[in-house]
DNA sequence: CTGAAAGCGCTTACAG
DNA sequence: CTGAAAGCGCTTACAG
């Protein structure tokens, strides 16, 4: 199965008699290769397990047959869940794949993405926000000719290069049972204005409230940083307040769980006295108690969409490339921390 | 910075008006260069950002400059953290990492992981447990030329490719903890018995807990399988049982958490009325309320140490590869889960 | 100290 | 349908 030395392309032509571009045909499916000649050359690929070296193929294709998630991101099951997902189609399409996480908050990031793919001749990068979002960087990938493909909040026309997961659905879904339980009073941790995943949620938060009537005023709004400490703090500016909410949707998993470990810290019980709903379904979301009521993200399937759609540009299919599946709408994921509002004496 | 063509050494050797032998001895620090050669062909370098092709390079020296994590482990953290460690010495020495996960349960686990690595010519792989328990992973990475660091929970003889935690120190001092607060009755949720690491930590809490002059009965040993789940199930049988603990120690954060979460169902006020205590310091350790007493395993560190040994073999310097530090010290870490035991009626 | 030749393992472009 | 030649961008081994 694995000799010491590595058989080469002329090794392989030797022993089967042939000259080595007749081997090239064979191992790249070309037509226009006699019955007779193929079994000569593949029973000979077959016994010694001969497989073209990457290196040259990439050498002499001026390509590497590399791809990339190139991510800022400090969720570490979303990273995990995005290479799995990316795994499962780049390895059987002959593919490999590097990660590339970065400070996207460094001035010369989007120049040393572009250093890394150009040096390494990665084929095509899958972006996760909050990358995904810059303009700038996609047009610098596009002049030094690397295929991409964003995984954005928000639907683009350019159906070639993106993948995005629909809240809307989700957001509605959640307002939708929080309505439904019969909170009134219901409070927004929102994320950081400079990203558009945390604005489409808001939006789509206040819109959904509209639509069952409900006013969102600004003491109902607390901007976090996608980040636990950051729903702590809302969480405790929300609940200090006097007319305080009966209901709290964060925009993720890590603030919605510093709001419980808030109220929990305040002595209210979840979800009896204040419900909580989360945006991510991270591990830990089935992993505390109350579970945390959320929303799955199918961060997998998207990546793996993302990939199909990647290596259809990298073959230079741009048809087919358009054609795998754009949208992925997040579940809503119903667990403990929801309940009925407390009629308590505070809320009077 | 990234014209659309990229130069060649050839372009290179023109523009600087030297045999591309020459450049060749600039670009890898050759000595034997005259300094006014030097200078001609480094201002061209400098003036169009030239960077050699990592595939043609790899071509040549028959070696890829890729370095890979292998690994089967479901911790995301765990694996990110590695990534980020390993990455961070990578990099600036000009190499890239390629993350393998694999199923390691599968039969033919090992025969895929030699494949991938003769395949892509991987120059050497870091291998974190449990794939870093195998000995005829190690031995079949040996026949194919491929360099390797193991990241263990016990010390080998081997320096040259071994980093390993020295869980024995935190688990004493975990059980000092536990003992100064008054602990003496004290179970055990241990990690599954194929696990080298799960069997260490057990054999060290017995150890630490004789020293105390405490036993560790059978019925106070709960089998778990490092899963959340698993935690759950091993917390009910331990505290269904009549004279039940007052203190669990479980082998890692998953299960104390499902610990937790069993005891917090069944009533039990954590840690007034139970001492949990976990082992990794992951990220969710610290986003709970109470927040959770455990041990920090410094991974990244592990993985720093450990790229920089499998650099300094792909260099050829076995006596740096030796001579880089072996051991690490897992961190106490005591947040809130620990308490003097209870003095409840139930136990009497 | 410098460079011309041959080679790494593939491919493309062309001839037959 | 098949193959000989030249080339991808580097390196090693050797000559001067």
Redo the contacts with the bound molecule.
């Keep these: 199965m694995d000799r010491a030395e590595?058989l080469?392309?002329?090794d392989v032509a030797r022993l089967a008699g042939?000259?080595?571009?007749?081997v090239?045909?064979v191992?790249?499916n070309e037509?226009?290769?006699?019955p007779?000649?193929?079994k000569k050359v593949q029973s000979v690929i077959d016994e010694y397990n001969y497989?073209?070296?990457p290196q040259?193929?990439a050498?002499?294709?001026?390509r590497s047959f590399l791809l990339s998630i190139v991510h800022d991101n400090p969720n570490a099951s979303y990273v995990t869940e995005a290479m799995y997902g990316a795994l499962e189609i780049c390895r059987p399409a002959g593919y490999e794949l590097i990660m590339h996480p970065c400070d996207f908050s460094k001035p010369n990031a989007i120049d040393r993405i572009i250093r890394f793919a150009s040096h390494l001749k990665i084929d095509g990068v899958i972006l996760l926000p909050p990358v995904s979002e810059s303009v700038e960087l996609t047009s610098r990938l596009k002049e030094i000719g690397c295929n991409f493909v964003r995984l954005l909040s928000t639907k683009s026309e350019d159906e070639v290069h993106m993948i995005y997961h629909n809240d809307g659905a989700a957001v509605n879904r959640i307002v939708s049972h929080l309505v439904e339980l019969g909170h009134r009073e219901i409070a927004l941790i929102r994320g950081p204005e400079n990203s558009q995943a945390a604005n489409q949620r808001f939006a789509a938060f206040r819109s959904a409230l509209k639509n069952k009537g409900l006013e969102l005023p600004k003491n109902r709004v607390a901007l976090g940083g996608n980040t636990f400490q950051s729903g702590i703090e809302c969480a405790e500016w929300l609940l200090m307040s006097k007319h305080r909410p009966t209901a709290i949707f964060a925009s993720n998993d890590e603030m919605a769980i510093g709001a419980i470990v808030t109220a929990q810290k305040m002595g209210l019980k979840i979800p009896a006295e204040l419900t909580v709903v989360g945006f991510d379904d991270s591990p830990q979301a089935s992993r505390m108690w109350p579970a945390l009521t959320t929303a799955n993200l199918h961060v997998r399937e998207m990546t793996e969409l993302a990939a199909q759609k990647l290596i259809a540009q990298c073959s230079g299919d741009i048809d087919a490339a358009a054609q795998v599946r754009v949208e992925v709408e997040p579940t809503f994921v119903q667990r403990q921390t929801t309940d009925v509002p407390a009629t308590s004496a505070e809320n009077a």
Aim: hydrophobic share 30%; aromatic share 0%.
């Design positions: 590595k080469s392309i002329n042939v000259s080595k571009k007749t090239s045909r191992i790249n037509p226009n290769v006699s007779k000649m193929l497989t073209p070296s040259a193929r050498l002499s294709l001026r």
